[in-house]
């Protein structure tokens, strides 16, 4: 399929990574690549596969120089195609954790806003002050459609009075002019059924609900003599701490070693800004190994920028540069 559908150093794009086969093709066939998955576990695997399959190419480019060979019939041998880039990386694009686990995130806004959860309402979720609560599905923006069907839900309780707030991960414009030519029928003290929209991304009181904290490292990197010494002090996910801590529950979760945050360490010994050349890959065989976290690397003659990238479980990624 890859090499039929796609020239040398095409994209190919996979939008369901799965295990990683198609990159992995891509990659030995010379072609450049996006590929996507909702489940961290894909992506943690195929990395460690495409680490693995890079290490290789490398290696190969030192013995012998890869070039693109044409087979008697004129078509490419795509087994010796020269690698279109021998590094990668991993990009979080959406609030997918939120999509996968609704009830947990329900949960952590209604937390977050102060709403009263309400168990026994078949449409709505909970109340505020003086309000009823509806959460929106996070994976999509509030849009008229929502609101139609809270229209439905309230003609079928006329007796219904309280104002009600409409809690989203987004809201479409569409949908803002249909609360406020709503609220505009009902004006006065006693107006009942309006409905305030808290949109959790921009909102100025409760926006903090998608702050993200990113993950830290403290890395030592020196030269001494013709040799380069990487050491990981220490490592910090407020993610994965504030994982364990929702799971752990009145537990404060306790880790102490850091390297059980983290999933590879690569290094780049001559990082240019822009193509991350894999220099060497740590990663542990098994689930309960941790990777070493020092590293010494033979040196570039010249002054050189080193480049050390650490990879979470969770895949967020964590870039530490030093020029020696």
Not at 106 to 134: P, Q, W
Not at 264 to 293: H, R, W
Not at 296 to 305: G, I
Request: charged share 30%.
């Amino acid at each position: 399929m890859i090499s039929t559908s796609s020239n040398k150093s095409d994209i190919v794009l996979d939008c369901f990574l799965g295990s990683g086969t198609t990159v992995a093709v891509a990659q030995k066939f010379g072609r450049r690549w996006i590929e996507c998955d909702i489940n961290n576990g894909a992506i943690q695997t195929t990395s460690k596969r495409l680490q693995t399959i890079i290490n290789e190419q490398i290696e190969d480019a030192k013995k012998k120089p890869l070039t693109l060979a044409l087979s008697p019939e004129g078509e490419r041998d795509n087994d010796k195609a020269q690698p279109a880039q021998t590094s990668f990386s991993i990009w979080r694009v959406n609030d997918y954790d939120l999509v996968i686990q609704h009830n947990e995130a329900v949960n952590l806004a209604c937390e977050h806003i102060g709403v009263e959860r309400m168990r026994t309402d078949a449409y709505f979720d909970g109340t505020y002050r003086k309000s009823l609560v509806k959460i929106i599905p996070f994976g999509h923006p509030l849009a008229p459609l929502d609101l139609k069907e809270l229209k439905r839900e309230l003609e079928a309780r006329p007796d219904e009075d309280r104002l009600i707030t409409v809690v989203c991960l987004g809201m479409e414009i569409a949908a803002k002019a249909w609360i406020e030519d709503w609220n505009r029928l009902r004006k006065g003290k006693d107006a009942i059924n309006k409905i305030e929209a808290i949109e959790l991304r921009t909102d100025q009181k409760y926006g903090k609900f998608m702050k993200h904290e990113p993950a830290k490292a403290k890395v030592k990197i020196s030269r001494k003599k013709d040799m380069i010494s990487v050491e990981i002090e220490d490592f910090i996910s407020p993610t994965i701490i504030e994982r364990l801590a929702q799971q752990a529950g009145l537990l404060k979760p306790k880790i102490d070693d850091w390297r059980a945050m983290v999933d590879c360490v690569m290094i780049d010994t001559a990082y240019d800004g822009k193509v991350f050349n894999v220099v060497l890959s740590d990663v542990p065989e098994k689930k309960t190994d941790y990777v070493q976290g020092s590293y010494d690397l033979p040196s570039p003659a010249e002054d050189t920028a080193v480049a050390v990238k650490i990879i979470d479980m969770l895949g967020e990624e964590v870039l530490v540069i030093k020029s020696v």
